[in-house]
Structure formats: structure tokens, C-alpha cells
């Protein structure tokens, strides 16, 4: 982490543990640099990097205000971390029903850029939260990228290992989303009755060179899983 | 729109009509600057906002690249422009079912910031993709920042009212989603059997300088609605 990553940290946690609400006002930039002991240009850096996260808003000529704290047990959209950062209250645990090295399909080759003949790792698990299920989600990982999975692994969290244990970049990602009504195994696995409504994604992890190593389809639990976006001013 | 927006907005055009692919690499920083005839620094602000915007990612010591192109019909869950930009080649019309002033309910007031014997502009309209059915709209409006409204302005796109008519800027904005199954008045506005499933959201709108002042509830037609959201590394 860099010294304007550390100083963001410190203060989304000081405005967590403070519990500060939308609209109150932060330190002006002088005193944040006095505090922190850091340049106009890190402390700039840092309030950008928080603004982007959703976790202030800064008003030209005005300040620097708190937005609005997240609903508890809503997952971001725009985390790539996985869940364990927003569902952090929660106890989250996952059962994995497959796990194999294949062949990727058409749509899975498209979606990593790779060639039919190259090899992925298949994960299918589903996903628990405080004991109800979450999610199925099925993933496929570029083998010449993700070089070594196994069962111990991809029941705790895969992202982790992914950055810790093989030391990768985690950058950009897409995500699509749509409704829709489970088929059978769907809802088997899920314990949901056949029918019910469902949410439905896909999603391409890549690294920070633009290399995708993730391709997965997640579908959701409707009862149990809620999700937020926090977008900013720079999307106008 | 700014120089560096300008430029911006032509490098996005320009990748979309040339149908420029993911990983398909730009000019370097210094060949952007003269064919712009702009410093570095406006030129790194151009491509920062294309960053953010998932149009392109940097790679350091490496190059400016290509991200993979949206799918056609999917809704940016990220952009705070309404649905006119992601649907441009689709027919988008509207048909307003309730427009009023009234006093907002506790959950309104706690959403647009403001007291309960305060004005609020509502409307309720059911938005249609070429003659299908796209959402059911219920929307509530600070009165006292969106001070007129009526059946012309609301049956057209209210975000360009609101930024052309009264010049307002609009800022950040939070977004909540879950799936769930339609009730009856929502399935008969939408058309579809009751008990269909539904992809929900709840938003709000915040002028620039923090105040919010769009509260909405939007239900979509699950068989006519899809979203992707193209997340950046800043979330690591």
C-alpha cells in the first residue's frame, strides 16, 4: 500500500468508527496535511482516491463533506475485492461442488481471450452467508494465469490467494447484470423453490496489464443478497 | 464542457466508430498532445476521465489501451445521465401515470434530506424501449430545488430539463438493487403476469454541492432490461 492508499484507509476508518453522516464536514486540506505529515500532493491523492470510493464528496470553494454510510449487509458492485469486504459483519462460507482443469467453452474462451486448446480451472460452489445460502457461482480462470488451485483454496476466498499467494495485480473488471427465474439446479442448490426470481451476473476480472483471468456467472439469491453503487460527479 | 472533457469525449468517439477492440493499443502521451495541440496535464486529465469511465485502462511503463466495448442495450449502472445515452439506438418514450405536489412520506423526507411538511415534486411514469415496456418510475423531487415540473417536461427526459432548464448540476448519486417478484399494480404497468420476477432499485441524485434531490423507485421488466457496470482498479 502507498502512503496516499494508507492515509485513505485511516480516514474511511476514522469515519466509520465516528459514525459521520452525510454533509459533515472534514478537516480543509491544510490541516489534513499537518496532521498526516504528507505533501499537498498525497493528501490531494488520497481525498481523490475517497471521493472515487464513494466515501466523501468535495465541494469546490466549499470543503470536503462525508456522503451517506452504505446500508449494512449490501454488497458494492464496484469492490473488487469480493464480498468479505462488505458482508465483514457477516459469517461467509462457501461449499465447493466442483473443481476440475478443462477445456474452456466458446463463451468462456471469448470472455478470458484465450484459445480453445488452452486450459482453465472450473470452480462451482455455492456461497453462504451467516449459514443461508448467497450465491452459485460458477468461475473459470486462465490456467497459464491462475497456475494452482485446489479444494482448501477455493472454499476460502480465491481472490485473496489470487494477490497474497501468487502475488498478481488485481485491475479492471465488467460486470453484467439481469433478472430472471432459476431453472432446476439452480434453485436446488440455492434451497430455493423452482421459479423463484433471480439475480443473475457475469463478470471478467483482469489484471492491472488488462489480461482477463476471471470469467464468472454468479447467480444470486434474491432473498438474501442486496447490493449497492455509489457513482460520482465524473460519470456526468 | 471543459477542454480536457472536449478531448475526451473525441478520443471516446473515435475508438467507438473505429471499433477499436479490447487491448488494441493509443498513441503515446506525447502523440495525443500534439494531434490535440494541449499541455500533458490536460491530456492526462482526458485520459483519467476515460479511465474512470471504463473506456480505456493505463498500463505503466507500457502503454494506453482499449477496453473491451459495452454490450449493445445494457444500462451503465455507473452513468448519471438517465437511460437516454446507453439506449440511443433504441426508441425511448414515456407514459406519465401521476404528476403532483405533495408531502413526502418519512422514508422520502429521509432520502431527500428534508422535513416532512416540505413540497415534493411526484411522478409516476412507465418507460417504454421501443413500445415494450423498460420500468415503472416513481420519483420525488425537492420542490424547492426542482421548483417547476409539469406533464410535457416529465413525459420527456426530466435529467436534461433539470441541467439545460434550470442549469442545475448534477453530482454523485447512490444506487440500490435487489431482485424480487412484481405485485399486481407493478405488473399491470409493466404488462407482465403477476408474480414475475423484478430487478428493484432505489436512488438518489445529489447536486454537486451534496443536496440531494431525486429520490426514485424504479421496477424493470426483467425480459427488457439489462445492466453492466465497468468497475476500475482505484476499488482495490
New interface residues.
Partial sequence: MLKYQQIAAEMEKYIEEHELQ??DKLPVLEALMTQFEVSKSTITKSLD?LE???VI?Q?RG?GI?V??HK?KG?I??????GFKKDLENFTLTSKVIELDVRKPTEEVAYNL?IELEDDVYYVKRVRFVNGQTLCLEESYFNKSIVTYLNREIVSESIFSYIMEGLGLK????????????LNEDEAKCLGLPNG????YGES?F?L???QPFDFSKIT?N?EN????????????
Avoid at 76 to 81: C, D, F, H, I, T
Avoid at 170 to 181: E, M, R, W, Y
Avoid at 225 to 236: R, V
Fill in positions: 452525510q454533509g482516491l472515487k470510493k464513494g464528496y465541494v466549499s463533506f456522503r451517506r446500508r449490501y458494492s458492485l464496484l469492490s473488487n475485492q481471450n488485481i485491475g479492471f473488471s465488467d460486470l453484467f447484470l439481469n433478472a430472471g427465474i423463484s426470481p433471480k439475480l471478467i483482469h492491472t496489464n488488462g444470486y434474491y443478497s442486496q447490493f449497492f453503487i455509489q457513482a460520482n460527479s465524473h460519470f456526468i
